[in-house]
Nanobody, 124 residues
Framework: VQLQASGGGLVQAGDSLRLSCQASARTLSNYDMAWLRQAPGKEREFVANIRLSGSRTYYADSVKGRFTVSKNNAKNTMYLQMDSLKPEDTAVYYC??????????????????WGQGTQLTVSS
């Protein structure tokens, strides 16, 4: 399994941005997928999860209503649409894949495969 996150950059508060995670073949049809992030000096935290089936999504409270996770299995790509960005969203964003149960989707140890991360900086 190989994952590559892209799309980060420098934006202003209130802007929108979409991250992409290009996965190797069949990854999105075999694993639950997630976005996690790590801000400077902080622990990595869960952002969003999309289940293997694609029918259910879950979000951290801090991004609920602003971020939307989706995937296109045919393109082997997962997305994170981020709207109404805030300075506190500044972090390195990672995409990850794994077999998770609902109670563990926020635990980064449950994800076996990781992309390299893409930096998002939101200025105020």
């Amino acid at each position: 399994v190989q994952l590559q996150a892209s799309g980060g950059g420098l934006v202003q508060a209130g802007d929108s941005l979409r991250l992409s995670c290009q996965a190797s073949a069949r990854t999105l049809s075999n694993y639950d997928m997630a976005w996690l992030r790590q801000a400077p000096g902080k622990e990595r935290e869960f952002v969003a999860n999309i289940r293997l089936s694609g029918s259910r999504t879950y979000y951290a409270d801090s991004v609920k209503g602003r971020f939307t996770v989706s995937k296109n299995n045919a393109k082997n790509t997962m997305y994170l649409q981020m709207d109404s960005l805030k300075p506190e969203d500044t972090a390195v964003y990672y995409c990850a894949a794994g077999n998770t149960i609902l109670s563990s989707i926020r635990d980064d140890k449950r994800y076996a495969y990781w992309g390299q991360g893409t930096q998002l900086t939101v200025s105020s």
